[in-house]
Each structure stands twice: as structure tokens, then as C-alpha cells.
């Protein structure tokens, strides 16, 4: 440091010391701008020559004045280039002091680095205003530094004392100290002033000259390297009329509690004193969350904002009412206000992958930054991955059927191997069914079970199933009767068993979706006769007062029937402690036909004979385990095949013809190679079965034709009653067997009366 300098900053020190005893430091305030050190480049001439070094040229000194320093030609410094410079070239650098009103003293040191060297002005031979710039390593052999121009100080007339030296009121000590590659910038009232003013607050403290000598970044830094904090930097300044205690002093962070000196706009400081402000924070719910008083420019520092809320529907952000200042400037109130937005979701994320028996879980997550509602949606189990193939059965056990509109259908069921079970509707199983019953008084008892057609025209091939305690299971591949409205199906009845349910059910066979052909069935429709007699006898129409004739002749025939089963039952010693006729009351058993009292007999071998016969009736009797069925005995001469002859039987003006080949069973082998009257013969048994319950008192002509329809036989005539006479005067008849054959006469004289009425 300069001795003049020293010296004005010892005596402002003494007088600091004198008049409050304080610390430097204590006078540093905030409440005015702060004190900022510049750097300006400029060239060092107004040619283009300016890359020749050490060479003659032919600006004049007063060009150079006019260009450098504070000169227009300022030159564009970044990034540690000066724009278009390069290695070799020569430029000035000049110190500004900016935001000082009033200067007393100054001293700033600013390290430079090895980019650059200082530089000076030598005369080139004599030539007077003729400039040629050095630096300070060149060898300079036969001249000097021009006088105005010495080694390692700055440019007199680009500096501060120029400047001020017309008022004679600042003395400038600046200088290059090239050993530790520092600038120091210095200044000092000398005139024994307090300070002087400076025009816009800003002076030039310096300027020097450097050569560029390689390329290297060219940088410039604050220096605070050194022991002595006003060899470093410090800045006194005097405002309003120079009271010393208003000094402002800028020095080193770590020695003094002021804000560091802004060097070439680092560290900006505005800060002002003002008043204070009331600033005050209120919840989005209404409640006041802070309120504070503000000095006027300090930094206000609001309260955490509530991070994002949510809900299953929106999420909430939270934004202050209104922009809160980053400074206090005025008395506030700031808000929070909630605002809610519908949550925006992603693609979702399965969570929980499905399987085939349990679901999956996908989750979706809203995309608004700092919500993270989810939300869940259930996946389906997953498909089997095999293709179910089902076994299909019918399943009847919600079947029925109790009228039209109280009816159920059955059900296909199909079962897959991996327990998959699918069920479909068994379409109108229901009405698959006979529904109705009559019975048929031929030469058997018979019941003749219904079908309606069109309850049944969905299904085709209808099978009926006829189930009996006696008889068993009868199929019934086509009805055995059809007409415009009805399938019919008869179940010929024992009469010993006329009590015995009759199960009927009807099948058929329905596709299931998978066009697999299934065999269904309808509900079962049973009745027996006896529940035909009970319905009869069980009425008034029949059986009361008033009845007709006719129903009465019916209440008859059911009397007889049931008397006729109950014969049979004790003949065949079927079932015996439940006779049919066993709930029979008075008054019904009256109804019955009394005993028949006179037969008339018309059995006759040969009513009607014929010359050389092949063929001879030899026997009759009545076959009664079904129904009654006269029973012919046929002797043939042994030249005579059976297979060859027909047998006609004519009853009440009806023929049937009957022959061993289309009707086997009506035939039967009784004895082969006997002896008779046709000479060796061949028996057999004819049943002929189309005598009806009306027609036992009915004269049967029979007679056998050969092949050529040629009568081989006479005529014989005979009759159910012709049996019924024979048997009853037979003294090896049994009591039973007697009742019997007289129950099936009163039978047959009720059922002639009722088809003569
Ligand atoms: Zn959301
Ligand atoms: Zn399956
Ligand atoms: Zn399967």
C-alpha cells in the first residue's frame, strides 16, 4: 500500500476511535445500496492494428486517450475470453465503483491470472505522439517507459486522480503488484475533505494495461488472500454533509458482520429499511394459521402449503388466494383455497392375477402428481384353458306335472371332466306324458292310456314304457292306436291284477346345445282299473238316482269286473288278503249281475261237415290268464303242413283270419304222430282272442283252409258260455274255479246289456 494511503486510513480510524469507541463494523447498515466493483475492457487504440506489438504505428496519443478506459469502445468480457482478442493482443481493464455517493478513501485488490501481464507505453524513437505499447517482460533495450506511462501502475489520465484531479480533491495511488498478480485500485481524499461526490454514484478507481500472453481463461477475483483487511478491500464513503460516524466500510465477510462487497455483479444487495408489515396466513378451513409483522423488504416466508389430498373422487391441491410477495411491501392476507379435480387414472397395473377360481384384482393409479389415490377393479377368473366337453344326462327331479299351467320340465345336465356342471331346459319334458285313460272291455281288461298329440309334437320317437307288479316292463315303439287327437297305448290287465298300478312313461330324446343327443322322459302317468271302477262306482252320475241307464249298466260292469278280479285273485291265489272287491258297499254290490241261471251250450265239432277233411277241430276249452281267449284244439293229417293252413273265425258277423306263420303266437304245439281220426295227426293249440267281454255269449264259427284257400275242415261252432256250462256241471271243477267262470258270464251279460243300451 501507498504511504499517502495509509496514512488517510489511519487517521479516519483514530477519529472513528475518538468519537465512539466502536468497532469499524458497527456502522456497516443494510439500508442503502451496496457498494459494487466493476470491470470495464477497453482497447488500446482506435485501429485496427492493435495486434502489432512492438511495432511502430501511426496512431497519435491522443487517439489512444480517446479509446481507452472509460472510452466507447468498450470491449465484451465473458467466460474468461475478451471477445475477438487473442494471444498477443493488448487491452485495458478499468476498475468502476458503483453505488458510492460519497467517497473519502478506497482500496480494492483484484487478482488477475496468468492469462495476461501488465503492460506500458514506451515513445518509439522519438517519435512523440507515436505509440508503442510493452509489457513489462519484453526487453526493452534503448527505451524507457514514457514518462505518463510508468511499469506497474495504472494509466494516469483513465484514472481516478484524472478524473478528480481538476478539483484537486482525490489523490489515486493505484498500482500492479505483478509478483502476487494483484491490481490494487486506490484512493484517497487528499485535500483534507471528507469526501468528494461522485457524478452517478460511480467512479473510475483505475485502469490498466495487459498483454495477453497465452490462452488461458483471463479472470479476475476479489483478493482476500491478504493479512491486512484494507489491503484487501474497503471502501469508506460519507453521505450527507461528511459526519464521520456515517462511514460505510466494506470488508472482508469473515472480519466484519457486513455483507461481502459485490465484485462484477455477484452478490447483488438491495435492501432497504422500511416500515413493518402485518402479513398473515389463514387455513383453506378458515382457521388463521400464522400472522407476523414484516420489516418493509425482508423475505416473507409463507407456510408449507398442504401437500395434495384425495379422495375416492378428486384430489385437492392447495394454492395460496393470491401471489404471496417474495419481500415485504405491504400489509397481507394469504389464503389457501382447496381446489378439487376429478382423479386421472392410468392404464392400471393387475395387482392380483385372476385364476380360474378365485378373481383378479387391477389397480389403477391417478396420475396427478402427488396424489396417489387407486382405485380397484375385480378381473374375472381366468377362462379354463381346456374345452369343456360334457357328458350329458337327463336330471327328472324337478319334474311334474299337475295341470297345464303347474308343470315343470326335467333338465339336461352336462358334467365336464374338470367339474365345470351346465344345465339346460329339458323343453316341454312336462307334457311328454299320456294324460288320459280309458278302459277298453275286449277280450281282455284293458286300459287304454292316451297321448295328446300336439302336447307331444316338439319330440319325435316317442317311446312308451308301461311298468306292472305282473306283467313287467311293456315298450311301446309306436302307439298301438292313432287318431287325429291321440297316441294310444294298451296295457291288457290280468284280472287278478286289476288293483296293480300301472306306471306309464313316455321317452323320447332332445339335443343338447352341444348337439349331443340325450334320452329324456315326461312324469309318469299311473293308474289301474281299479281306480277306472272306483271313479266310476265313486260317482252319482253312475250310481245315484238319477244316473242314466247306460251309467248304470257302466256302475254294473265296474261291480262285475272288481267281482271277477276278486275271483280270479282267490282261483290264482294272487294277492288274497286284498281282494278287489273288497271295499265294495252294499249298495255297489247290489249293482252286480245276479248269477246267470241257464246256459246254452253250442259246442260242435262238425256243425258243418265237409267230405274227406285234412283237418278236424279235436278240443275247446277257454284260456283265461289274460283274458278270456277260447282255446281250439287243431288235429291235422300228418300230409298237412301247419304252416301252410288259415283259420277263420267268425264272430257276431266278423271273420278273423289267423295262420301259424304271420301269427306264431296264437299257434302252439300240443302233440306230434298221434293217432286219430284222420289217421296219424299233428295238434295244436288256436287261441283266438277277439272275443269281447260282450260277446261270450256269442256262437264262434271256426274251419281251417289250406294254402289255396281251400276248406280242409268242417265247420265247428262254439262259445264262452259253451265252456262256462261244460266246466260249471263238471263235478272236478273247484268251487273257485266255478265262481270264476260265473264272474266272467255276469261280466260278459253286463257288458252285452251295456252295448245294447
Ligand atoms: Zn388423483
Ligand atoms: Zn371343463
Ligand atoms: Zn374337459
Known sequence: MKKSFKKVVAILLAVMMIVCSVPLTVFASDDANRANINLQFGDVSCTTTKKTVLKPRSAKMADYLAHSGLNSDKLTYSNGKIDGYVTGDFF???????????????????????????????????????????????????????????????IPTQSGSALYNSTST??????????????????AVQTGADSVSLT???????TFMFKIVNDQPITFSIDNTQS????????????????????????????????????????????????????????????????????EGTAI?????????????????????????????????????????????????????????????????????????????????????????????????????????????????????????????????????????????????????????KNVASFSNVV?????????????????????????????????????DIDVVAYSTMKASDGTVVEVWGPTYTRSVKVYTDSILGSATY???????????????????????????????TNVNELANAGLTDAQKALATPDVTSFETVKNYEAVPIDNPSARFAGAALSLEDAVVPKM???????????????????????????????????KVYKTNVSGALGTENRYYFYFPDVFANQMKETIQFAVYDKSGKQISAVCTYSVESYVHQACGLSSSSANFKNLLMSIMKYGVSAKAYGEL
Open 92 to 154: 485495458t481493464v478499468s476498475v468502476l465503483l458503483e453505488n458510492v455517493t460519497e467517497l473519502s478513501a478506497a482500496e480494492v485488490a483484484i487478482k488477475y491470472s496468468e492469462a495476461i501481464e501488465p503492460a506500458y507505453i514506451i515513445d518509439y524513437k522519438g517519435r512523440g505522439d507515436n505509440v508503442t505499447v510493452a509489457y513489462m517482460y519484453n526487453e526493452v533495450t534503448t527505451e524507457g517507459p514514457h514518462a505518463d506511462f510508468p511499469i506497474n501502475e495504472a
Open 170 to 187: 482525490l489523490g489515486e495511488t493505484s498500482y500492479v503488484d505483478p509478483e502476487a498478480r494483484i491490481m490494487h485500485a486506490n484512493f
Open 200 to 206: 452517478d454514484s460511480k467512479a473510475v478507481l483505475a
Open 228 to 295: 491486512d483487511p484494507y489491503e484487501t478491500y474497503t471502501l469508506g464513503t460519507i453521505a450527507n454533509g461528511g459526519k464521520v460516524e456515517e462511514y460505510k466500510t466494506y470488508a472482508k465477510v469473515s472480519e466484519a458482520d457486513v455483507p461481502a462487497l459485490d465484485f462484477m455483479g455477484e452478490n447483488e444487495y438491495n435492501g432497504t429499511v422500511g416500515k413493518n408489515y402485518t402479513i398473515t396466513f389463514v387455513n383453506a378451513d378458515g382457521q388463521q394459521i400464522s400472522s407476523a409483522e414484516y420489516k
Open 301 to 453: 416466508v409463507p407456510p408449507s402449503l398442504p401437500a395434495t389430498t384425495h379422495d375416492d373422487a378428486q384430489h385437492y391441491t392447495y394454492a395460496w388466494d393470491k401471489e404471496v410477495p417474495a419481500t415485504a411491501t405491504a400489509n397481507g392476507t394469504y389464503t389457501i383455497i382447496k381446489t378439487g379435480a376429478a382423479h386421472t387414472w392410468d392404464a392400471g397395473v393387475v395387482t392380483k392375477e385372476p385364476t380360474t377360481t378365485e378373481t383378479g384384482i387391477k389397480t389403477y393409479t391417478c396420475t396427478f402428481d402427488g396424489c396417489g389415490a387407486t382405485r380397484t377393479e375385480e378381473l374375472p377368473k381366468k377362462e379354463d384353458a381346456h374345452v369343456h366337453h360334457y357328458t350329458w344326462t337327463y336330471d327328472d327331479s324337478k319334474l311334474y306335472y299337475n295341470k297345464l299351467s303347474d308343470r315343470c320340465d326335467g333338465e339336461l345336465v352336462g358334467t365336464c371332466e374338470c367339474g365345470d356342471v351346465k344345465r339346460e331346459a329339458a323343453t316341454n319334458t312336462s307334457l311328454l306324458r299320456c294324460n288320459s285313460y280309458a278302459l277298453v272291455l275286449d277280450s281282455s281288461l284293458t286300459v287304454n292310456f292316451k297321448m295328446t298329440k
Open 464 to 500: 312308451v314304457k308301461a311298468n306292472t307288479a305282473f306283467k313287467g316292463e311293456i315298450e311301446y315303439t309306436e302307439p298301438d292306436k292313432e287318431d287325429a287327437t291321440y297316441n294310444q297305448y294298451l296295457v291288457g290287465v290280468w284280472p287278478q291284477n286289476v288293483k296293480d
Open 543 to 573: 250310481t245315484g238316482p238319477n244316473a242314466t241307464a247306460k251309467n248304470k249298466a257302466l256302475a254294473t260292469i265296474c261291480v262285475n269286473i272288481l267281482n271277477y278280479a276278486a275271483a280270479a285273485q282267490v282261483y290264482s291265489n
Open 633 to 667: 284244439t287243431i288235429a291235422l293229417r300228418n300230409d298237412v303242413n301247419i304252416n301252410d293252413i288259415t283259420v277263420k273265425a267268425t264272430v257276431a258277423g266278423q271273420t278273423f283270419e289267423y295262420n301259424p306263420v304271420d301269427d306264431a303266437d296264437q299257434f
